[in-house]
């Protein structure tokens, strides 16, 4: 899996490593990576804790029982925005997830079963910005394992578990880590996106039976991220070891390693032995190879720096008096420090003395006086304060401190007192004394004293908090019983002594602690429970508490936010399937927060699917909207908690009958639960025709804030409706592909890390579509990569997709864009921005502005593709050049030149780009290049760019003058506005010429592409100039602000050698990748010579769905898990090229200019190399990137120039295949791909056949030049458009050498000629608006320009039509500049005037159609209409011509429903009164409203012999039909007979049924079989009736349109249900128009020629 992404913050905030959200969180053993023991924020009153008020709040009984014992300390942690979990885990190897309020187990989850009693031995440790807590677990048989988990999900994290097992020591190759004799007790370690583990083995060990030595001692160094092992240290060395020495195990009686932060722990070794021993002094900078009783200090986990070793190591030794019974506490510096010695730490062995130790000299072996150990009175260079022995019989745990009231530090003894230790000062110098005891005395084991405040340490607040054993007669000094006294004294003693505030008994242990939060204790138990102290509810009588237990069950609690896809995979079965399950479980359980995604309509049908839940009123969806096949998206909000979701299918062509299902919603919501925030569709523009919208600079305010904003975790939802808008740019008109009406651009998607993110996505267009989220990694949710034919099927037409996705690995710039042929050149792309406001970076600026580089092209790529890749006219395969360049959308073009296709040109108003700032204030700018070819040089006048991010990576500020920003690269950089108040360029230039680009730019480019930086309030216009020799930085030159060395390359990895070439296939130019595998030096043949070319069938369907070897075209090669691979780019071409990785960051290990393989470097920087998914490869030059085959998936490695992609310089990866194989082929991609494979059978042909490739085709009329209706006319070619798959042409104004010149809001006549004047198409096909003219072979077609004389004029090969399109071309409409009307006794003046001036119909370019809206009649109405009361109307029409010609359309053309008198069309208005009056210019059909319901004022049922009453009683009450708006019809579902029914439903039996509706004068009308001729005939004797058929279910649904009074049963009305239906003429076997029912000719007594026409 993808390694977890986290950020090692740079900002110098604190000394500390681990990063609380709350205050109060404890995330680490001692509350902090020094080990203070102290908790200063921990809400405990010591006025509470001396009172009644103080008792047991809760203890929880753990479902592992007496055994499950809790000895670690609990952890808690908030997950934003203020959730605080408490986080627990046991010897019996459980975690467990607990409420800190009132104990209740919110989660839990068993790693298996522990050996020797000592599963989870250490205290874990969590990530406090993501929530990832680790620990070890040792498994029986014998395994040690480090576990990497979400501490309240309780899931694995990418990378882990990681296995100990067999390593090997990094110092000392022959030691090999064996679980069974190690225990991994002292706490982890979290440090610089490092953890730490530490062993130790407890007992001899023959060597000749091992490869690990008698009480070895380990660290182990894994990175938190990937999971991979840096280091394992031996604190053996090598040789010692082979000589027979052993020990150095590293125990520290649960107390773990220390760290400041600056790269280095340190921590404590025990008794170990050497040949001979240690007998020479050693200073502690030249550490021996073996560390035994000794203090390390390591740098990076694994090299020794300094340390210490008592002068008497040997004497130690002998009476086991190791110094590993404690870990290292490093006292906080702001109080106990001096001059002379910075930082102090204490140690403490076993038996004594106490020391208080230099961390920066730590004081080596006998460095003092008489080879004893440094004394600072003697030697103040170092520092060894050994004042005193402590008492008792010794020390198993670590100090405790208080840093404030003068600062004291606590010593716990065994069989002794607690000490209170106070700085002082001697002669200036730091010291410290002896200052009280406390009066308990403890036995043999002891946990380390802790102390608490109020309010970040207020003076007198201060608790001291001992666990011990009652005391115990020497002789049972190591029974260590678990009858513990927890104790609590005032911190500060008063005359000498400590006073008790409290104490309790409780069974807890040696090597443990508390955590104090929230004013409570929470310790665990020996016996199997979590216990709280702190203030009870009302005052108990008692001041001594004993712990009482209760249990607490387990709730079956999963583990994360699931998804469900919900779906019918064949209509003849009436039942869901869910995620491949089949049936779907019923109900279906699931939680607050679940995605469920129905997917029900997978066969073709005219309407979608609408699933309504049960209860009344409430909806889950109000239907798809009349798409068909579509999915939607229910995000079970917390409200729905203990509630059950009833849902149906009632459009059942695609499903079956009788489907229903029910969401159970779990009562209790999981603490992953997240509210769902459900954006907007992004900003729709008004568009005119031609469309003016642009795009304004995205700014987003970021509110000032320190370090660690709490913040919420959410579902985001977007809804993309992709179509063809037109927009300008740089001022030119043109086609673009846009999202929600509006250019593509203005739909970012934004959300915070860990967000999950749904897309759906509407394709509108022609043709199929894909989106790809260019940078995700998507761990996990490969098939939502959005690689048309590698990650999915693409988006056919008129369909939708759901992605969903997580972006807890992600953060930063990213963008999305079409991922299927050459849609994104046309502008479908737009930013992706992820935040994370836990991240001090975003605590630096105040602004965050995204700043869009692209280059533009005015002609379709689907016009310029195929001329690109024709070899035959270009033969060099040069790039097409882009027209413009845009930041944000906005450009210039030079309208003076010329431009292909004769588009219009104007000033675009909103260029150049403006970017305001307030003086002194920091913006973040993310820079991005969402071009297609062209790299921008950007860069702003007088100011520096500090880079803080590359492609997703957050960097250590970087300060630079100018970027170079290639093509899907990201920059984010942070700009100081500290230059006087004024306005200053900002400069995208676009590079041309070699090596940047091949081709010849056109006369109308302006590479030099501007926007401008604005102080606030400066008006001047811009006078700034560049920097002179600007500096700019290679991709080496950054360094990732998280380290995270490269992997080395090992044998079983992959060494590979990528070369291309283009060369043609069939005349068209084609790439030719090749990937060649180098071992040993020598590189081999290239694994595939194809040019990649995927199939129908995409790549995850292939893999994950057959579990087969990809087809040679995919140009693929396979990754095994965990493999490491490196890719050595070499380019052999005199063009620079972008090579973006999917799925990954790389490595950037070199990158250079080299004429061969053989000069290619093969040494690199391994430490921290830069990180990045897109790189360039300079002409002539080489890149060598690595990075780890670590996220299951197919992924794709591709040069990012479009242009390159449309040739097939790609390849594949598939990484883990297993891992593929065993996450499966999602329903929903199945189901994208069944909907994609059913247009490509049905309109892939009729969409873009061409019958008259090759031929001219061309526009001719009275403006031609020459002869009228001349086939010659030069100016009116027309050319194919393979993207709308139709010809155009577009004038700006009449061709100069017209016969008859044009001009604006002027009506010409033309044609379409065919093959030079062979063939002419107008009028006579019935299509365009008739001139009445019949010049030149037919009649004309007439156009009306527009205003400024430009139209554009179409011709569909497939069907003849032609038609103009002025100024729209979305629509064809026949009555473009009519007067539309409508027209009724409600009309001002006289009934049905043409003239009515308050019925102005307007065109809907979109809807294509007219329309006018009443609120009310008008107030000069001859009647005015009522609501509810029927009235009539027309549409009247008059041609835009002298005298007038009115044309009436109503009821005649059979659409609406007629009114007794003649023609007449009738309407209701609403109750509102109001109304809406549509006409289709097409088809010339009349009506109003959205849905016509004839019986909106009365009551519609369904009756039948299960109605209450007798047989068709129509006073049933329980079948009272819904009337359903998106349908226009009304509905009813049986589930089951409805109450009182005289006769009970069976399932899988048939019935009669009629629908009733009620007359206005009380009546009854039966609709049925003979009625209409709709419905089945029914089974009983009265034929008129219709059939009800209900399933085993007992379900069925009647259906009842109003408007035509048809009833039916289900999905669809049939009436050939079961009857053998074909089509047949000349071209079928025998003799012509065969029927095989009847006579020759005849089908059922009618003609065959009527049935087909």
């Not at 942690?77 to 607990?98: D, G, H, K």
């Not at 760290?259 to 001979?276: E, F, H, Q, R």
């Not at 090229?1137 to 999917?1142: A, G, I, S, V, Y």
């Not at 009756?1503 to 226009?1528: I, L, Q």
């Amino acid at each position: 899996m993808r390694p977890l992404i986290r950020k090692l913050f740079l900002l110098a905030l604190s000394s500390l490593r681990i990063y609380p959200i709350r205050a109060d969180d404890v995330l680490t053993f001692g509350n902090n990576n020094e080990r203070h023991n102290y908790y200063p924020n921990s809400g405990i009153d010591p006025a509470v804790v001396n009172s009644t008020l103080w008792g047991t709040v809760f203890s929880t009984a753990l479902p592992g029982g007496v055994a499950d014992k809790a000895k670690l300390q609990p952890l808690l942690y908030t997950r934003p925005p203020s959730e605080q979990i408490l986080f627990i885990t046991t010897e019996l190897n459980n975690a467990y997830v607990l409420s800190p309020v009132d104990g209740q187990i919110l989660n839990a989850r068993s790693f298996g079963t522990n050996l020797d009693k000592e599963g989870i031995a250490g205290t874990p440790v969590i990530d406090g910005v993501t929530g990832a807590a680790y620990f070890t677990t040792r498994l029986s048989p014998g395994s040690t394992l480090l576990q990497g988990i979400d501490a309240v999900t309780l899931v694995d994290l990418p990378g882990f578990p990681v296995i100990f097992d067999g390593v090997a020591a990094t110092n000392a190759p022959s030691i090999k880590y064996v679980t069974s004799p190690h225990k991994g007790r002292p706490a982890l370690l979290l440090d610089g996106g490092i953890v730490y583990a530490t062993f130790a083995a407890q007992f001899l060990i023959p060597r000749e039976h091992s490869e690990t030595g008698s009480y070895q001692g380990w660290v182990f160094a894994v990175n938190a991220t990937s999971g991979v092992i840096k280091t394992a240290l031996s604190f053996v060395g090598e040789s010692d070891f082979k000589n027979g020495s052993a020990g150095g195990g590293s125990w520290m009686s649960g107390c773990g390693p220390a760290a400041t932060g600056d790269g280095s722990i340190v921590l404590n070794t025990g008794n170990g032995w050497t040949v001979g021993d240690l007998t020479a002094p050693m200073p502690g900078s030249s550490p021996p190879a073996s560390l035994f009783e000794a203090t390390v200090r390591l740098q990076n986990g694994y090299t020794p720096l300094d340390f210490y070793i008592p002068y008497n190591q040997s004497d130690m030794d002998t009476e086991d008096k190791d110094l590993a019974s404690a870990g290292p506490v490093i006292l906080p510096s702001s109080v106990f420090s001096s001059p002379a010695h910075p930082k102090v730490m204490v140690v403490i062995s076993k038996t004594g003395p106490l020391r208080f130790i230099d961390y920066n000299n730590l004081g080596g072996f006998q460095q003092g006086t008489n080879g004893r150990d440094l004394d600072s009175q003697l030697q103040a260079s170092s520092f060894v304060y050994d004042p005193h022995v402590v008492g008792g019989i010794g020390v198993w745990g670590c100090a405790g401190v208080y840093p404030n009231e003068g600062g004291y530090v606590y010593i716990s003894m065994a069989q002794g007192p607690t000490q209170v230790w106070a700085k002082s000062l001697v002669n200036g110098e730091l010291a410290f004394e002896w200052l009280a005891n406390s009066p308990d005395l403890s036995s043999g084991g002891s946990m380390p004293p802790a102390v608490t405040a109020l309010n970040n340490g207020q003076a007198g607040s201060a608790i001291l908090w001992s666990f011990r054993n009652p005391p115990l007669p020497v002789t049972s000094q190591f029974a260590f019983v678990d009858n513990t006294l927890v104790t609590a004294y005032a911190a500060v003693p008063v005359n000498g002594v400590l006073p008790k505030l409290w104490e309790a008994s409780i069974p807890t242990r040696k090597f443990g602690a508390a955590a104090y939060a929230n004013g409570k204790v929470y310790v665990g138990t020996t016996d199997g429970n979590v216990v709280a102290f702190g203030q009870l509810a009302a005052p108990v009588t008692a001041t001594t508490t004993t712990t009482t237990t209760t249990t607490t069950t387990v709730a079956a609690v999963q583990t994360s936010i699931a998804i469900h896809t919900i779906l019918a995979p064949d209509p003849r079965q009436p039942i869901f399937s869910i995620d491949g399950t089949n049936p779907m479980p019923n109900p279906l359980n699931v939680y607050a927060g679940d995605v469920v995604v129905f997917s029900v309509g997978v066969h073709t049908a005219v309407e979608g699917t609408n699933c309504v839940a049960a209860n009344p009123g409430v909806f889950m969806t109000t239907g798809l909207g009349g798409n068909p096949d579509n999915m939607f998206t229910y995000i079970v909000p917390a409200s729905d908690a203990g509630l059950t979701r009833n849902f149906f299918c009632d459009f059942l062509d695609h499903c079956a009958s009788g489907m229903v299902g029910a969401l159970q919603v779990n009562a209790t919501v999981p603490p992953w639960y997240v509210a769902v925030t459900a954006l907007p569709k992004t900003a729709t523009a008004t568009t005119t025709a031609p469309s003016t919208t642009t795009t304004s600079s995205v700014v987003r305010t970021v509110a000032p804030k320190v370090w660690g904003p709490a913040y919420a975790l959410k579902t985001v939802v977007y809804e993309f409706a992709i179509s063809n808008i037109t927009t300008k740019e740089d001022g030119v008109i043109r086609w673009t592909l846009g999202v929600n009406g509006a250019a593509s651009r203005l739909s970012p998607i934004e959300c915070n890390k860990g967000d999950t993110v749904v897309v759906i996505v509407t394709n509108n267009l022609n043709v199929p579509t894909t989106l790809h989220y260019h940078g995700l990694f998507q761990n996990g949710t490969t098939t939502m990569d959005g690689t048309a034919g590698v990650s999915q099927c693409p988006i056919a037409p008129g369909e939708s997709y759901t992605y969903i996705f997580d972006t807890t690995y992600n953060e930063g710039t990213y963008w999305w864009h079409a991922h299927i042929g050459s849609q994104y050149m046309d502008g479908l792309r737009g930013p992706m921005i992820i935040s994370n406001p836990a991240n001090p970076l975003e605590a630096t600026y105040t602004n965050d502005v995204t700043v869009m580089l692209e280059d533009w092209y005015h002609q379709q790529s689907v016009v310029m593709a195929p001329q690109y890749m024709n070899i035959a006219t270009n033969p060099s395969g040069i790039e097409p050049v882009f027209d413009s360049g845009l930041v944000n959308g906005n450009g210039q073009y030079n309208c003076s030149i010329p431009i292909a296709g004769n588009l219009l040109c104007s000033q675009n108003p909103n260029y150049p780009t403006v970017f305001t700032v307030t003086a002194n204030s920091t913006t973040r700018f993310r820079v991005l290049n969402m071009g297609v070819f062209a790299v921008f040089q950007f860069s702003i006048d007088g100011h520096k760019l500090t880079v803080v991010e590359v492609d997703g990576v957050e960097v250590v500020p970087y300060a630079v003058d100018s970027l170079l920003v290639n093509v899907a690269q990201r920059y984010s950089v942070l700009v100081t506005a500290n230059q006087p108040a004024a306005k200053y360029w900002m400069r995208a230039t676009m590079l041309t010429g070699m090596p940047w680009v091949l081709g010849n730019s056109g006369n109308g480019l302006n590479p030099d592409v501007r926007s401008i930086l604005v102080y606030s309030g400066a008006t001047a216009v811009p006078t700034s100039q560049p920097t002179t020799n600007p500096y700019q930085a290679a991709d080496t030159d950054f360094v990732p602000a998280i380290a995270r060395d490269a992997p080395a390359l090992g044998a079983n990895d992959l060494d590979l050698i990528f070369t291309f070439s283009f060369s043609s296939v069939n005349g068209t130019l084609a790439a030719f990748p090749r990937l060649s595998p180098r071992v040993n030096g020598v590189v081999g043949a290239s694994l595939f010579e194809n040019s990649w070319s995927p199939t129908a069938e995409p790549a995850i369907s292939i893999v994950a769905g057959k579990n087969q070897s990809l087809p040679a075209s995919f140009d693929s090669i396979e990754f095994a898990l965990g493999q490491v691979v490196q890719i050595t780019i070499v380019n052999g071409d005199a063009m620079q090229h972008p090579f973006h990785l999917h799925g990954h960051t790389f490595f950037v290990l070199a990158a250079g200019k080299a004429s061969s393989i053989s000069e290619i470097p093969t040494a690199f920087n391994m430490i921290n190399p830069m990180q990045r998914d897109t790189i360039t490869v300079s002409a002539y030059g080489y890149a060598v990137i690595r990075f780890v085959a670590d996220n299951p998936g197919i992924w794709l490695f591709h040069c990012h120039i479009e242009w390159h992609m449309l040739t097939g310089f790609v390849v594949t990866f598939v990484e883990s295949r297993t891992d593929i194989v065993s996450a499966g082929y999602p329903a929903a991609s199945a189901q994208a791909c069944s909907l994609y494979n059913d247009y490509l059978d049905t309109f892939i042909q009729r969409n873009c056949s061409n019958k008259y490739a090759g031929t001219d085709i061309r526009v001719t009329g009275t403006f031609a030049s020459g002869l009228q209706w001349s086939a010659n006319n030069q100016n009116g070619l027309m050319t194919f458009d393979e993207f709308n798959c139709r010809y155009a042409i577009t004038y700006r104004g009449s061709p100069a050498d017209a016969t008859v010149p044009f001009t604006g809001n002027s009506i010409v006549e033309y044609k379409v000629t065919i093959n030079n004047g062979a063939e002419w198409v107008g009028c006579d096909v019935g299509n365009c608006t008739c001139s009445g003219s019949s010049e030149g072979g037919g009649t004309q077609c007439m156009l009306q320009t527009s205003a400024s004389g430009r139209t554009t004029i179409y011709f569909d090969p497939v069907t003849g039509y032609t038609w103009p399109a002025p100024p729209d071309p979305s629509c064809y409409n026949p009555y473009y500049g009519y007067d539309i009307r409508v027209t009724g006794p409600f009309s001002a003046t006289t009934a049905y005037a043409p003239k009515n001036t308050n019925g102005v119909m307007t065109y809907d370019s979109v809807l294509c159609r007219y329309s006018i809206t009443y609120t009310s009649s008008p107030a000069d109405a001859t009647y005015p209409f009522m609501a509810g009361v029927a009235s009539a109307f027309k549409v009247t029409m008059s041609a835009p011509a002298t005298p007038a010609t009115i044309t009436w359309f109503g009821c005649d053309v059979g659409n609406c429903t007629c009114s007794p008198q003649s023609t007449n069309c009738l309407f209701v208005p609403s109750v509102a009164n109001t109304v809406t009056f549509f006409f289709d210019p097409v088809t010339q059909y009349v009506w109003y409203d959205s849905c016509y319901d004839w019986y909106s004022q009365t009551s519609v049922q369904v009756t039948g012999p299960f109605s209450t009453g007798s047989e068709f009683n129509p006073a049933n009450t329980n079948a009272v039909m819904k009337f359903d708006s998106s349908r226009c019809r009304y509905a009813f579902t049986f589930n089951g007979s409805p109450p009182g029914a005289t006769v009970a439903l069976q399932p899988s039996t048939d019935y009669d049924y009629k629908v009733t509706t009620k007359n206005s004068d009380g009546t009854y009308r039966w609709w049925g079989h003979f009625d209409r001729g709709n419905c089945t005939s029914g089974v009983g004797d009265n034929g008129d009736d219709c059939q009800l058929s209900v399933n085993q279910y007992t379900s069925a649904t009647v259906l009842f349109d109003p408007a035509t009074n048809y009833t039916w049963q289900d999905s669809c009305y049939n009436p050939y249900a079961g009857v053998d239906v074909r089509v047949t003429g000349p071209w079928s076997s025998g003799a012509p128009w065969r029927g095989s029912f009847a006579s020759p000719g005849v089908w059922a007594g009618k003609p065959f020629i009527n049935e087909l026409n």
